[in-house]
């Protein structure tokens, strides 16, 4: 397993909250919109509410395919928040199926899921090529 965050302080406590966990994730400090992993070397990748972030999702996710080793699955836990950032389900399935054929979306209104009710458009989607 290996987690990317382009803050030190993310990396930093990333690597507390891991101690104990064998093997040992490893914990790189990079910009998660160009990875510096090699090519077709996970079966997953999970992007948690970080695609709409970056400054060109198109490219951060075509980079995040191509980590996935074949069959790979590609997950990804996303919204569009009560602020009007982010990324509408839609949308996401969209630019997700401009990449790969097999595109599920499932939405992820359980209020337990946040701790108590929510009004953002939150959603799951998977793909296995």
């Avoid at 191509?66 to 630019?95: F, K, Y």
């Avoid at 953002?120 to 090529?129: A, K, N």
Wanted: glycine letters at 6%.
């Amino acid at each position: 397993m290996t987690g990317i965050d382009f803050s030190p302080e993310m990396v930093k406590r990333a690597r507390v909250k891991a101690d104990g966990i064998d093997p040992l994730p490893l914990f790189v400090v990079a910009d998660a919109a160009n990875p510096p992993l090699p090519a077709a070397s996970f079966d997953v990748v999970l992007a948690r509410h970080v695609l709409w972030a970056m400054p060109d999702p198109a490219a951060s996710l075509a980079k995040w395919i191509q980590l996935l080793a074949p069959g790979g699955v590609l997950v990804l836990i996303e919204g569009r928040w009560h602020t009007g950032v982010g990324l509408t389900a839609s949308d996401c399935a969209q630019l997700v199926s401009q990449f790969r054929d097999d595109v599920q979306l499932q939405a992820l209104d359980d209020p337990s899921y946040w701790g108590g009710p929510t009004t953002d458009e939150r959603y799951l989607i998977v793909s296995r090529h």
